[in-house]
């Protein structure tokens, strides 16, 4: 097949929508793993991995008197490596063009113009590639910090300038955001980061009052709660976040705020870990966000293309084979010599998968250990992306007959 042909194939397979019916997600549901199980479960064990956001949100407190440096006095990484337990819920499952190409008509691209395969987004987000990275543009409503650590799925950078062009149509003329890092241009590694790997993750600032500087802490008096809720809303209810890293301390001030302005309670106990009892919030507190917001997106296209060309990317050189970890939480008197001795590694593999700087390690912090012997393991099978966790419509709030108060006092509770 020649190339033009290949790409009007790829054409309308977009155009013909790249996101399945919710039947057909619930139909063939038992075959898909979702994205959140990858590689990182605790071993042995069929359960996934507890939180690290409950057992941080318990010390949540002690976060407050922690400086605004990311990175923690013992030299390790920033705690943004968060899995996400997984969720055995309906979503929808993601379609990638590549599904319809077979595996010569994939090698052929990838030989000769291995960027009509599109971005893809392989593995974990704490050991994952990026292939065909988009790099975030420039624009008048964002500075890069670092443009050359500014490349994601083409779903990430569309997803971030809607959320953002959603704040600006609320608030026109609204300040400059500053955007971190969201991957290196071929993902892997990105120091001090456990994530940001593989173009689904993005640092950016809070919208705070004055004129500000990039990591500088939010705090009651300079945070702006208008137009940060406003993007942070239009995060959950207009793309496909994954995850949103925000220090509780902040949360509260964003939580009480849209209290204030009339948002559904409910609806912001499912999505704030912040004084909630729910299961699984998609703001959640980890240590070293008080200073920007971490968003995770899910990149559907993006995955799904990867689990379909992993082994021919990892065949023909153009990746390496994919890191597995098992996260461990580290326990009091453990050592990092002890840990490499239970889990069959060395020190240095497991200093080189946390980036830390000394053999020192901290009680109850989880690492990252390397899995030894794995070979190149596959991503995960498949994609599926929960539905949105929308507030339920203000306009139905609003026409609600009257004599719903008046019937007496309702039942249940
Ligand atoms: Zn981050």
């Known amino acids: 097949m020649g190339r033009s ?26 075959r898909l793993l979702r994205v959140a ?11 996934p991995a507890p939180g690290a956001a409950a057992e941080d949100a318990a010390h949540e407190h002690e976060h407050e008197h922690e400086h605004e440096d990311e990175v923690d006095e013992d030299g390790a990484e920033v705690d943004d490596g968060l899995d996400l337990p997984v969720d055995p819920g309906a979503g929808t499952r993601a379609h990638s063009p590549l599904a319809a190409m077979t595996e010569a008509q994939i090698e052929e691209l990838l030989a000769k113009d291995p960027a009509a395969l599109g971005p893809m987004s392989v593995g974990a987000t704490n050991a994952g590639a990026l292939f065909n990275g988009v790099r975030m543009p420039e624009s008048d409503r964002w500075e890069l910090v670092d443009p050359g650590h500014a490349w994601g799925t083409r779903e990430t950078v569309d997803a971030l300038d809607r959320a953002i062009a959603e704040v600006h149509r609320q608030f026109p003329g609204s300040p400059k955001l500053y955007i971190g890092h969201i991957s290196a241009r071929d993902g892997g590694r990105l120091s001090p980061h456990k994530s940001h790997q593989a173009g689904r993750d993005v640092d950016i600032s809070y919208f705070l009052d004055a004129r500000h500087r990039w990591y500088q802490r939010a705090t009651a008096a300079n945070l702006d709660r208008e137009r940060t ?9 207009e793309t496909d976040v994954e995850l949103i890293l925000i220090d509780s301390s902040v ?22 870990q912040y004084g909630s009892r729910k299961a699984r919030p998609l703001i959640r507190h980890a240590r070293g966000h008080a200073n920007h ?6 990149s559907p296209v993006a995955q799904e293309s990867a689990v379909r060309a992993y082994p021919l990317l990892v065949k023909r050189g153009a990746i390496k084979p994919t890191a597995q970890y098992v996260r461990h939480t580290a326990k009091k008197g453990q050592t990092l010599g002890s840990l490499a001795r239970q889990y ?13 700087r000394s053999t020192a390690i901290q009680a109850k912090r989880v690492y990252n250990i390397p899995r030894p012997s794995s070979g190149p393991a596959a991503p995960p099978k498949h994609v599926v992306v929960p539905p949105r966790r929308l507030p339920p419509p203000r306009a139905a709030e609003a026409s609600r007959p009257v004599r719903h108060e008046e019937a007496g006092p309702a039942l249940g509770g």
């Open 37 to 47: 199980a990858s590689v990182s479960t605790e071993p042995g064990a069929g359960a």
């Open 229 to 237: 809720w406003a993007f942070v809303r239009a995060l959950i209810t």
């Open 344 to 356: 069959g590694t060395t020190v240095e593999a497991i200093k080189r998968a946390n980036g830390l």
């Open 251 to 272: 949360q509260r001030l964003l939580k009480e705020h849209a209290l204030k302005i009339g948002e559904d309670k409910d609806w912001l106990d499912e999505v704030f």
């Open 293 to 298: 917001i971490h968003i995770r997106f899910y």
């Open 5 to 30: 042909t290949l790409l009007s194939v790829l054409c309308a397979l977009v155009l013909a929508g790249c996101a399945g019916s919710a039947p057909e997600a619930a139909r063939s549901k038992d």
